[in-house]
């Protein structure tokens, strides 16, 4: 484990693994560097990969009042780590995370894997006001399962997980903000980036995510999709880690 300060001085801990073309890997909601790591071995041969600790969650601090853009600091505080030059590769509201710090920062290559951008002529429930309510009253647990069933996760499953990743429920917060209150297309920021972009949807993924996917490929200013067959919300990493690898490599790792 290595540790960078951010701008307003959080302490971020990072992973990194193999050598190559820097990529840095952004986790989803309810996620720390570790779950990352399988896709990160995968894709290790060929890159110098970095996962880490989104502020407050496993190692990282998390300095308050949290702001959207302070997580942006901290991957530019990882970016200056690893030389200033890197791709990145977001998932879920990490995707989203990414968008944004790709809307700002100098990447050379953007993979942007099931942003959950909700429909944006469909009024948004109620469920994520419910969840930090949840939260607000230290009930993590119940906070995470209600997260977890929003995503469309059957409810035994849910029922399962929640339990060991309840310690990460205040975080869900964050990526609430990140996302936007009522987790519409954030238009402009997408024009914004200027990488060759890759968007990553599964077919048997949740409907919205797809249509997200299929939106917002047309508003990002150089950008194709890649729809993986039969695939859901979380892709086995040896079979996202090549489709990340061919889009990152084209003209990368010669430039």
Known sequence: ????????????????????????????????????RPLADELANHFDVVTYDRRGRGDSGDNTPYDVLREVDDISALLTAVGGTAAIYGHSS???LAAIAASRLPFTKVVLHEPPYGPDDVDP???????????????????VELFLLMTGMPKPEALQIAPGVAELAPTLAY????????????????????P?????????TAPFMLD????????????????????????????????????ISIDTLSG
């Open 212 to 247: 997200a996917a299929h939106r917002i490929v047309p508003i990002l200013p150089n950008a194709s999709l890649r729809e993986l067959p039969d695939q859901h919300h979380v892709v086995p990493p040896e079979l996202l880690a090549p489709v990340i690898q061919a889009m």
């Open 125 to 143: 429930s109620d469920d994520g006001g419910q969840v930090l309510e949840l939260i607000r009253d230290g009930q993590n647990r119940e906070a």
């Open 1 to 36: 484990m290595e540790k960078v300060t951010s701008a307003d001085g959080t302490t971020i801990a990072y992973d990194r693994l193999g050598s190559g073309h820097p990529l840095i890997l952004v986790g989803g909601a309810l996620c720390d560097r570790h779950a990352l």
């Open 196 to 204: 060759p972009t890759l968007v990553i949807a599964g077919t048997a």
């Open 94 to 96: 990490g995707a989203g």
């Open 175 to 194: 990526d609430f903000a990140v996302m936007g209150h009522e987790g519409t297309t954030p238009v402009e920021t997408l024009r914004a980036i200027k």
